[in-house]
């Protein structure tokens, strides 16, 4: 039942009028914002990345995606407003992710968790192996807290901690 229709089901049931709701005035809509127009999904098979590109993905997509990420076949999952806005997030294995955003694809914001060290650790990223300081490494819910506001607003969620790195390009 979506949104609209519960609305009318309480404003005109027996129940909902016996409860006060046909009294209610009626509220707006709630609608489904995106910023993320492409999203890209790879899959390796071999040395060939036999992924997908979904035009215009909601967010049951955007999080399958992310939640796919195995960190052995698929590896990447990116969400692009356009050729210069858009988020990574790479790896999967062991639960470890590294995640970053460009609004210029010149500087990016690295997701961290500054619990974490600098000790190095080894991700499968873009289907090869790279080492990212642990801190980097972060687990899924940060991840889809990140791409969640980011597709909801093109911007980083202020309250997960971000770090500039101009030379990190996943």
Avoid at 33 to 43: C, D, Q
Avoid at 56 to 69: C, Y
Avoid at 125 to 151: I, N, S, W
Wanted: charged share 30%; with cysteine; net charge negative.
């Amino acid at each position: 039942m979506t949104y609209a229709e519960r609305q009318a089901f309480w404003k005109n049931s027996e129940i909902g009028k016996l409860l006060g709701f046909d009294r209610w005035p009626d509220l707006p809509q709630k609608t489904e914002t995106s910023l993320v127009f492409k999203l890209s999904a790879e899959k390796w098979v071999t040395n060939s990345n036999q992924g997908e590109l979904i035009k215009d993905p909601n967010w049951i997509q955007i999080e399958a995606a992310i939640r796919e990420l195995d960190g052995k076949s698929k590896t990447l999952v990116t969400l692009k407003s356009d050729d210069e806005t858009y988020m990574n997030i790479g790896g999967g294995k062991s639960g470890k992710y590294v995640g970053n955003a460009t609004f210029n694809n010149k500087v990016f914001d690295v997701l961290v968790d500054l619990s974490k060290s600098d000790e190095i650790e080894t991700l499968v990223v873009r289907g090869q192996e790279k080492k990212y300081p642990a801190k980097m490494c972060v687990d899924l819910l940060h991840c889809l807290l990140a791409a969640r506001t980011f597709t909801e607003s093109g911007k980083l969620d202020p309250l997960l901690s971000w770090e500039e790195d101009k030379s990190f390009i996943i």
